[in-house]
Structure formats: structure tokens, C-alpha cells
């Protein structure tokens, strides 16, 4: 295994594979020839080490793209990183619609995209890949409420023919105010409508801004059976009344079986957390064949964290569907900017102490790292937070970086799996299967407990072509309810609701 790797010929950078001491020497491979420079400075594993003299405030090129401006004059062998590079980026930009001829090439495709998986075929068509129980609940005030009916239930129930009786606390729908309201109940509505979810118990206070009744609105069509309604405080006891319900949920959840249905049928949600210095080497590329693979079979694949896109937008824009899709994309980046301004926030203050721990520097080379999950799929789509997808295609989805809020986001999209790249390790899941993909196999050892899959190998003479159709025949093994993910394993299930507005 090389000790270091310069991802792009234009490159000023290379990423050190393993920890260097000053006086050491770097030997890099560039133009087909070898290279060496001597380091400088000690330099942690996962960061970079400059390979030529860069003067102050030039453009350092990582990936091939600028990934901010040197702060001071930078010799060659030295350590690049906050100290001496800052970010390139303005606020908000104009952006012209250049649509680009599309990357991809059909036979590097995997062949296993032509495969099936074992899914449940709801009422109105739509698939889901687990056949579980959802309670949830209009208000958090009876979050305990929620929480003691799924207890009960999946006592009662555990050996009957559903894959578990889950609740999702959130502390909303009471005292918000317009869009906050609205976006709580959208979102809710958009979980209750998942297919994942046989059947759903809605559990209303009675008080609440969020009623029942002004919830059911946004459900529309709902197939017979599939969700019961319980308003808390017009019966005499909830939980007798929640059971009673939740019988009827587990009658009607037990009438699906699992079925072989096409891959086009499949939605993936695209989130990295925790992102270090080989996500944008490893597993975020890796997840961006699968997406590439999935969308060549007429899926979906779902791609958030807006704030992560900032200085990599444009590679997106150019893959717009049509000029349409561009300016929704453009709406999409520079509306999330005049969010972070309305709230007098810094817009390009994105990457957290643990990225920077990990080797990255500033958002672009965050945003660089982050966008390659999308693979190089068209993308056809744009989506309001809590808004369905509709259209197969990359997908973009109106939602922040914040693992939590993200994932709840993307399930809301309809993901029926979420590829969750991490370089720092996080145990938590989402409503929907949350699937760890480690960057680098320190932490796939050390974690074994939290990661799926270990996408480290790459640079551990692994090839991409091999670790796709592996991390591919995983994904369709879990969509099939062969095996599942480790969130799963461990009963880390949650959402969390985004939030903008006042509190009363």
C-alpha cells in the first residue's frame, strides 16, 4: 500500500495514508512518474502535505478544484490545513445554466443492477422493504404516551408476522407558528405515508396545534386500514384504546409478504457524518457508484445536507436535468444561504472540530468530498423539506447537515435505506435503515459494533468495480430483510424535526 495518494494530476496536495514525521520523505506518484519532497512538519494521518511551493493567496487544488486560499507562503513538504489555508468563498453568487455532457458510461455499470430485491407491494403500489408498526404521535407531549403502546405491543406482538412496533419521539406540533407548524406536519404526514410502515397509529393529544383532523389533511389517499387514529383525550384510557387499535395495525400489517420487485423500485437516502480526510476517497465515491448503479436501473437516489454543498454546487447544476431543475437548485443553495444570514450566522463555517481532527480544512474540500455520494446520475429533481420524490433520478433534498434532522429528512423523501458514510464513527439510526460505511478501516475495526461496511479497503489495494458489487449485494440483502443494519441490531431508531422559527 502507497503511503500517500494525489487524487488528481492538477493537484498541489497529497493525502498522507498513514501518520509522517518532520524530516521524512514523500514519495508520490503524479504523471506516471515518481515524485518525492521532504516533510516538513509532523502530519497526522488522513491530512495533507503540499507538494510544490504555493504562494500566499493562491488557489490549493484538491480533487482537481480549488479548495480555498493559502493564508501565508507554503514550501513544499509542509503541512496544509487551517493554520496556513482558508476558505475561497463568497456569499451569495450569481450562477449560469452550463449543462455538462453527461460522465457516466453504461458498461461500467454493475451487472448486479439488474438484480431484484424481496420488498413488500403496498395497496397503492408503492414498495417497502420492512413491514413495521409506526406510532406517531400529532404533539410531543404524549411522547411517553407513544413510547410505553410500543412497548406493550411489542410484547404482545413479537412473534407475529411484522418486523417491529416502533415510535418516534420529537418534542413539536404544539406552540409553532406557520412554517414551523407546517413543515412539523408535513413531515409527520410524509413518515406516516412511508412504505416501510405497513400500517401507522396516529396518536393526537386533543389540544394541540397540530390536530388530527388538520394532520389527516396532508395525508391524502389513504388505503383502508393502513392507519388508525387516537385522539388521547376523548377516551377513557389510552392505552386500552392504543392496543385495541394497534390489533387491528397487525392484522392488516400480516396480509404482505415479501415479493421480488425490480431495483428501479428502490430509493437510497445519500449522508455522510463525521466526514474525515478519506471520505472523499473512499466511501463517499464508493456510495456514488451505487447511486450511479441504482439511478441506471430507473431508481432513486436522494442526496441532502445542503450546507455541504456550498463551492461544490456547480458540479450538481451542470448535471440538472434542464433548465428548470437548474434554477430550482439555484433557489435550493442560495435560499439556505439567506437562511444562515437571516439568522447573522458565518455561511461557510460548516466543517465541525471533528472534520478538521479528520484532515479537512474548509467546506469546499468538505463540499468536494460530500457531493461525490451523488455518484455522476443526472439529477432530476429538487425537493422541499418533507416533500415525497416523485421522479426516479438523483434527487436533491431541502434539509441541513445535521445527521439527525438530515436522515429524518431523506426517510421523509421516501429512502427506504440511507448509506451513511462516516470517518469518526456514529451509532445512531434513522426511522429508516441507516447503513454505516466506514472511510477508513481503523474505525471499521475499532466500531464494529456501529459500521456496516468498510470502504477503507480502497486504498488497501481493493478496486472499486469489486467493493461496488459487494457493498451492492449488502444493500439488496437488506432491502430483501435478509440482514440487517446495525442501527437495526442495536434498536437505535429516531427523528428529529427541523426548526427555523419562534417557540410560544
Known amino acids: ?51 510544490r511551493p504555493l504562494p500566499e493567496g493562491s488557489h490549493i487544488h484538491k480533487f ?11 514550501v513544499p513538504g509542509s503541512w496544509v490545513h487551517t493554520h496556513n489555508l482558508r476558505t475561497g468563498l463568497g456569499k451569495l453568487l450569481d450562477y449560469t ?64 408476522a411484522i418486523d417491529g412496533i416502533l415510535h418516534f419521539a420529537h418534542p413539536f406540533g404544539c406552540s409553532q407558528l406557520g ?32 390536530t388530527i383532523d388538520s394532520f389527516k389533511a396532508l395525508l391524502g389517499d389513504i388505503p383502508e386500514g393502513r392507519i388508525k387514529f387516537m385522539k388521547s383525550q376523548e377516551v377513557e384510557d389510552e392505552l386500552e384504546t392504543g392496543m ?36 472523499g476517497i473512499t466511501a463517499n465515491p464508493l456510495v456514488g457508484t451505487i447511486a450511479d448503479a441504482v439511478t441506471a436501473e430507473g431508481g432513486t ?49 460548516n466543517p465541525s472540530p471533528g472534520n478538521k481532527d479528520g484532515g479537512i480544512s474548509t467546506l469546499e474540500e468538505k463540499s468536494l468530498g460530500c457531493t461525490q455520494k451523488g455518484g455522476h446520475a443526472v439529477v432530476t429533481d429538487v425537493l422541499r423539506y418533507a416533500e415525497r420524490s416523485q421522479k426516479p433520478g438523483l434527487n436533491l433534498v431541502q434539509a441541513p447537515g445535521n445527521d439527525l434532522v438530515s436522515v429524518t429528512a431523506l426517510s421523509a423523501a421516501g429512502a427506504h435505506i440511507v448509506l451513511f458514510t462516516t470517518g469518526r464513527g456514529t451509532p445512531f439510526g434513522g426511522p429508516v435503515p441507516t447503513l454505516k460505511i466506514a472511510t477508513n478501516s481503523v474505525l471499521a475495526e475499532r466500531k464494529r459494533n456501529w459500521i456496516d461496511y468498510n470502504a477503507g479497503q480502497l486504498i488497501e489495494g481493493h478496486s472499486m468495480d ?18 440487517q443494519t446495525r442501527n437495526e441490531e442495536n434498536g437505535f431508531r429516531e427523528i428529529a424535526i427541523f426548526k427555523d422559527g419562534v417557540i410560544l
Not at 408498526?133 to 407531549?141: L, M, Q, R
Not at 400489517?253 to 463525521?274: D, M, Q, Y
Not at 455541504?308 to 451542470?318: R, W
Request: aromatic share 6%.
Open 1 to 51: 500500500m502507497n503511503d500517500t495518494l494525489v487524487i488528481h494530476p492538477s493537484d498541489d496536495v497529497a493525502i498522507a495514508l498513514r501518520a509522517f514525521s518532520a524530516g521524512e520523505m514523500l514519495r508520490y506518484d503524479v504523471h506516471g512518474r515518481t515524485e518525492t519532497v521532504a516533510v516538513i512538519n509532523d502530519v497526522p494521518r488522513g491530512h495533507k502535505i503540499s507538494l
Open 64 to 74: 482537481g478544484y480549488s479548495i480555498g486560499i493559502a493564508k501565508e507562503d507554503i
Open 97 to 160: 445554466y452550463t449543462p455538462a455532457a453527461p460522465e457516466r458510461e453504461e458498461h461500467n455499470q454493475s451487472q448486479q443492477a439488474q438484480a431484484t430485491f424481496q420488498g413488500y407491494i403496498r395497496a397503492n403500489g408503492e414498495v417497502g422493504i420492512r413491514n413495521e408498526i409506526w406510532i406517531i404521535n400529532t404533539v410531543g407531549c404524549i411522547n411517553k404516551t407513544c413510547e410505553r403502546l410500543a412497548s406493550m405491543a411489542t410484547k404482545k406482538y413479537g412473534d407475529r
Open 179 to 210: 412554517d414551523d407548524l407546517l413543515a412539523t406536519q408535513k413531515l409527520l404526514a410524509a413518515l406516516a405515508c412511508h412504505p416501510n410502515a405497513a400500517a401507522v397509529l396516529v396518536v393526537g393529544l386533543g389540544c394541540e396545534n397540530n
Open 244 to 279: 385495541a387499535l394497534i390489533d387491528q395495525l397487525v392484522d392488516y400489517a400480516e396480509t404482505f409478504t415479501r415479493t421480488a420487485v425490480p431495483l428501479s423500485k428502490l430509493k437510497i437516502g445519500l449522508k455522510c457524518g463525521g466526514s474525515d480526510g478519506f471520505s
Open 301 to 349: 437516489a436522494l442526496l441532502s445536507e445542503v450546507p455541504e454543498m456550498f463551492g461544490a454546487e456547480t458540479i450538481l447544476m451542470e448535471r440538472a436535468k434542464d433548465e428548470n431543475v437548474f434554477t430550482s437548485i439555484v433557489t435550493l443553495i442560495n435560499g439556505f444561504k439567506d437562511y444562515f444570514i437571516r439568522h447573522g450566522q458565518e455561511i461557510y463555517e
Open 466 to 483: 469489486s467493493m461496488r458489487d459487494e457493498l451492492l449485494a449488502l444493500i439488496i440483502s437488506i432491502a430483501s430483510g435478509e440482514a
